[in-house]
Every structure is written in structure tokens, then in C-alpha cells.
């Protein structure tokens, strides 16, 4: 994998930062009290870590060793991947499968974002659904998973980037950082507050605009997680269709409701990572009601008609900041 790295630290203001290309994706660490590069090569270093455990581009990942044997044997993982998988699990049940993350044998049919993306047979789609279910991984002691089913193969790409978040968190204030941005592609952590004690303003991309700068509205949030997942970030189009990364679980299709985006703010990257992935698939109406039953997790959805629907706790944090969108009541 490609990484490019580099820290930067122009005049006295500007926070002490570095990027690279991890977990898939585009990774920017911003420390604003602390000048100490060190800090942001641990973090680095976590996140190198993780990926060589749960990435499936990686041969002996763990991960991949767990997906190769499936239906054979039990597999010995480090605690990060086994406690990851235990947490895809538990999001798996509060969203009914609607996250699952068995889905690995359809996504990889899809191939969406690799040279080999492309729209499968109905039959083809069928064939795999039958290995989808996140019932028959079994977590036992020792660190062990199991898939019960040879065909079947786990993929963590719609919760590692928000383990890694809150890892990457957790290295900063060990190392007695109190305001820092960390951003993994979608899933942005504002920790602390700003250097004045104001909240972080965390803005919501424009999923109808090409320009990364167009928003639709900013979170005030200070100590928070702020994950969006739209079908604007990975997909490809085949006659005039639009086939994005965040698959039903039920259908082995993308998504295919009225979600454009959808923003999950929370207390730990994890829970806000997973459950984007699992609000984008349930769609408004089923989103918006479980995320009232889940303590501490707030949400935005932009529909494709540029309508925006709020969970009821997030009216004091988010403010509107583009006309064309209408707030508007389920
Ligand atoms: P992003 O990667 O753009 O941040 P998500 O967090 O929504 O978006 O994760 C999408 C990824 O999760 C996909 O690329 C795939 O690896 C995996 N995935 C797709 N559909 C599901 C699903 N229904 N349940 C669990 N994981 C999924
Ligand atoms: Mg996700």
C-alpha cells in the first residue's frame, strides 16, 4: 500500500499534522496543543497495526486467515480483531442484519471500488446470500472465531476505521493532548475543543456536490464522533444506474432507498462507524426510530429529494448552513 506521509507545521498557529493512506483510506491527524511529532507517529503506527490485522488485501491477516478457514477450523486472533468482530456482532443484532458483517462474499462479487467491479447475475447474488449471517460466527475463548460455513467471510470495513478513531483518540490523551482533530476519511473525531474552549464545528458534506468544500451544515461538538456514509463515496455507474459501496444485507443489492448521506455522532467512533453503515441500509423511517432507542447516538439523513431528517437530541448541535436543504418530520 501507498502511504504518504509527511508532517507539517507551518507558523506558530497551524496545528501540528500528518496524512497517509490507511484502513482504505485518506487519514489526517490535527494535534493543536502539542508540538510533539512522536505522538502522531504512534498514532500511525496503531493504525498500521490494525490494518495488518483486519485488512482482507492483507494475505495473513488475521482476518483473512479467519475468512480462509471458514467452515475448517477455529482461528487464534489478536484481541483488536476479536474484539472488533465481537462489536460487529452486537451491531449486527441491535440493527436486525441490517449491518452485518458476513457480507464479505457479496461485496467482493460486487467489487465496487477494485478492477473488478461489476453487475453480478441475480443467481450469482442469490448463491452468496445464502453465506450471509453474522449467527454463525462464533466468538469462543481464546481469542478463537469460527465461521460455521466454508464459502462464508467476514469484512470489517464498515466499523475497523471507527476502532482505529477511537484508538488513535485514545494514544492523544495519553499523551496529554486536549484538542485534536482526527479524521479517517468519513469518520472525523473532534477531541476535546478548540484551543479558545469552543466546540469543534464538524461540517456535513453536500452528497450533491463534487466540491469537497460544498456543506450542508455543521455539528458543534466537543469530545464526539461525527461519521457520515453516503452513496457518493464509492460506487461505479453501468447504464445510466448508480451501484455504491453499502449493501442490504437482505437483497445483496446496494442500498436502494431514498438515502443520499447519512451523519451518526456518538461517544466512541465505533458505534457511530457501524451504525452509519446499518442507518444507510434501514433507510429513514426504521433509522431515525432506532436511533431514539439507542442512548447517545444522534443522526442527520440528506434524502435524494435534499430533505434532511434529525433525530430528536441533535436540534441544540447542528445548525442548517445550506438553503437547498429542508429540514423536514418523518
Ligand atoms: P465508508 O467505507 O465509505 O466509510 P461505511 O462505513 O458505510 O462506508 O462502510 C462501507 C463498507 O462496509 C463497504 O465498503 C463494505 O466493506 C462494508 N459493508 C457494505 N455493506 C455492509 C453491510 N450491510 N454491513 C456491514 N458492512 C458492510
Ligand atoms: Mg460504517
Known amino acids: ?38 505522538i502522531l507517529d504512534k498514532a500511525f503506527e496503531r493504525l498500521r497495526e490494525i490494518e495488518n490485522r483486519m485488512s482482507l488485501n492483507i494475505v495473513d491477516s488475521d482476518l483473512s486467515k479467519i475468512n480462509n478457514s471458514a467452515g475448517i477450523k477455529p482461528v487464534e486472533v489478536h484481541e483488536d480483531v476479536y474484539y472488533v468482530i465481537k462489536k460487529a456482532k452486537e451491531f449486527a443484532e441491535i440493527s436486525s442484519g441490517a449491518f452485518d458483517p458476513t457480507i464479505e462474499p457479496i461485496v467482493k462479487l460486487w467489487g465496487i471500488g477494485t478492477a473488478n467491479e461489476r453487475v453480478p447475475s441475480e443467481e450469482e447474488i442469490n448463491n452468496k446470500l445464502k453465506k450471509i449471517d453474522y449467527n ?36 492523544l490523551i ?50 464526539m464522533s461525527v461519521v457520515t456514509s453516503g452513496d457518493y463515496e464509492r460506487y461505479f455507474e453501468e447504464e445510466g444506474v448508480k451501484y455504491h459501496h453499502i449493501i442490504d444485507s437482505k437483497t445483496g443489492y446496494p442500498a436502494n432507498n431514498n438515502v443520499s448521506g447519512i451523519t451518526v455522532l456518538s461517544r466512541y467512533s465505533i458505534d457511530g462507524d457501524a451504525l452509519s453503515t446499518a442507518f444507510y441500509v434501514l433507510g429513514v423511517s426504521d433509522g431515525l426510530a432506532l436511533a431514539e432507542e439507542i ?13 434532511l431528517y434529525l433525530s430528536s437530541g441533535i436540534i441544540n448541535v447542528f445548525e442548517n448552513t445550506n438553503e437547498e436543504f429542508e429540514i423536514s418530520i418523518p
Not at 499534522?17 to 490535527?30: A, C, P, R
Not at 476535546?192 to 455539528?219: M, V, Y
Request: proline share 2%.
Open 1 to 38: 500500500m501507498v502511504i504518504l506521509s509527511g508532517c507539517t507545521n507551518k507558523g506558530t498557529n497551524e496545528p501540528l499534522s500528518k496524512d497517509g493512506f490507511m484502513l482504505g483510506t485518506f487519514v489526517k491527524i490535527k494535534l493543536y496543543d502539542s508540538k510533539n511529532e512522536e
Open 174 to 223: 495519553e499523551n496529554g493532548v486536549k484538542s485534536a482533530i482526527i479524521d479517517l476519511g468519513g469518520n472525523v473525531f473532534g477531541l476535546g475543543s478548540r484551543l479558545s474552549g469552543e466546540p469543534w464545528k464538524i461540517a456535513i458534506q453536500n452528497p450533491f456536490s463534487d466540491n469537497r468544500g460544498s456543506h450542508i451544515g455543521t455539528l458543534a461538538i466537543h469530545d
Open 136 to 171: 454463525k460466527v462464533q466468538l469462543l475463548e481464546g481469542n478463537r472465531v469460527f465461521l460455521e460455513e466454508s464459502g462464508m467471510g467476514l469484512d470489517l470495513g464498515g466499523i475497523a476505521k471507527g476502532y482505529g478513531a477511537d484508538e488513535v483518540q485514545k494514544i
Open 295 to 307: 442512548e447517545g447516538i444522534e443522526v442527520v439523513y440528506i434524502t435524494k429529494d435534499k430533505k
